[in-house]
């Protein structure tokens, strides 16, 4: 059984660029996750992804942005960045359900320049 | 509006002593309970998942409990080692989506 991988690991940006990020959920998942964490917080939920469709969202702005592809993979995107948007961002799979447990990646350490 | 909160912040024992770990939360209408142990830099590791109806959850020497009534969780440490040290998180589940987070508590075990 495969776990969740994020990739990349690190990746530094400037002010105002774009950034994509990846994710592969465990196997036989078909719901995805995104958190923003950062230093010296806890994770914070961006949304979740479930039959390529948006299926829930924090608090963040439109310039948050995600994608779910058929093989339950998933992007982050984040346009303009700020330098606030520096964290580690985390990836977590589940199957669809109330209360199915989250399964986390490594996640994907950015930092805004 | 879900909040979880942990205390300690911080906490530094010596090797082989038991420990408690706390966790309260706001709103009681949650789905389960997860807690998890994240090393420096790292991501999430799920120790324990109490579904919302569920009392209690064991795994060799962690211990969670769940009072829903009461916006309460507990994780029991017993026999502390070394390679305990972390950063433990706790976090709901509200909307059967969104995992809501403490800030987490920083265990330091001294050998």
């Known amino acids: 059984e495969t776990g969740v991988t994020q990739s990349p690991t690190h990746l530094i940006k400037t002010r105002g660029q774009q950034v994509t990020l990846r994710c592969s959920s465990q196997?036989?998942?078909?719901?995805v996750s995104w958190y923003q964490q950062a230093l010296g917080q806890g994770p914070q939920f961006i949304f979740q992804?479930?039959?390529?469709?948006?299926?829930g969202r924090g608090n963040f702005p439109p310039r948050f942005s995600g994608l779910q592809f058929p093989n339950y993979s998933s992007e982050l995107n984040v346009n303009a960045l700020e330098l606030d948007d520096s964290a580690l961002y985390l990836c977590a799979s589940s199957l669809s359900g109330a209360g199915n447990e989250q399964f986390f990646g490594p996640g994907t350490r950015l930092t805004v320049l | 509006k879900q909040e979880v909160t942990q205390i300690p912040a911080a906490l530094s024992v010596p090797e082989g002593e038991n420990l408690v770990l706390n966790c309260s939360f706001t709103d009681s209408a949650i789905y389960n309970l997860q807690w998890f142990r994240q090393d420096p830099g790292k991501g999430l590791t799920s120790l324990l998942l109490?579904?919302?109806?569920?009392r209690e959850q064991t795994s060799g020497r962690l211990n969670a409990s769940l009072d829903k009534s009461s916006g309460r969780s507990t994780l029991y440490i017993a026999a502390s080692q070394p390679g305990d040290s972390a950063t433990y998180l706790c976090a709901v589940l509200q909307g059967a989506q969104k995992l809501v987070f403490g800030q987490g508590t920083r265990l330091t075990i001294n050998p």
């Open positions: 196997s036989g998942h078909n719901t």
């Open positions: 992804y479930y039959r390529e469709e948006e299926n």
């Open positions: 109490i579904q919302s109806s569920q």
